[in-house]
Nanobody
Framework: VQLQASGGGLVQAGGTLRLSCAASGIFFSINAVGWYRQAPGKQRELVAHITSSNSTKFLDSVKGRFTISRDNANNTVYLQMNNLKPEDTAVYYC????????????????WGQGTLVTVSS
């Protein structure tokens, strides 16, 4: 199982980006998915999270600007980022809790590689 994060780039303040986190490989289901970010010199923080029942939560500083959604048919979770601010600049990572087999309820945590988001003022 692999996670592929993509969609980062350079954008001006006030702009938008959509990040994608796509899961590939053989597995039974994707449970929760989270988007994290890490700015230089700072700890990684949870930005947004979505469960298998589409319950969501967000970091306070992105509420009202970011949305998270999932496309179960394509095993992809999106982070739509609107009204971006310079303080949103960071490497963004996704992770997913994945159930690999129908026969077993064990789940595993996977991380994607980071995608860099740079917001200029």
């Amino acid at each position: 199982v692999q996670l592929q994060a993509s969609g980062g780039g350079l954008v001006q303040a006030g702009g938008t980006l959509r990040l994608s986190c796509a899961a590939s490989g053989i597995f039974f289901s994707i449970n929760a998915v989270g988007w994290y970010r890490q700015a230089p010199g700072k700890q990684r923080e949870l930005v947004a999270h979505i469960t298998s029942s589409n319950s969501t939560k967000f970091l306070d500083s992105v509420k009202g600007r970011f949305t998270i959604s999932r496309d179960n048919a394509n095993n992809t979770v999106y982070l739509q980022m609107n009204n971006l601010k310079p303080e949103d600049t960071a490497v963004y990572y996704c992770n997913a809790i994945i159930r690999r087999q129908r026969e077993f309820t064990n789940t595993f945590l996977y991380w994607g590689q980071g995608t860099l988001v740079t917001v200029s003022s």
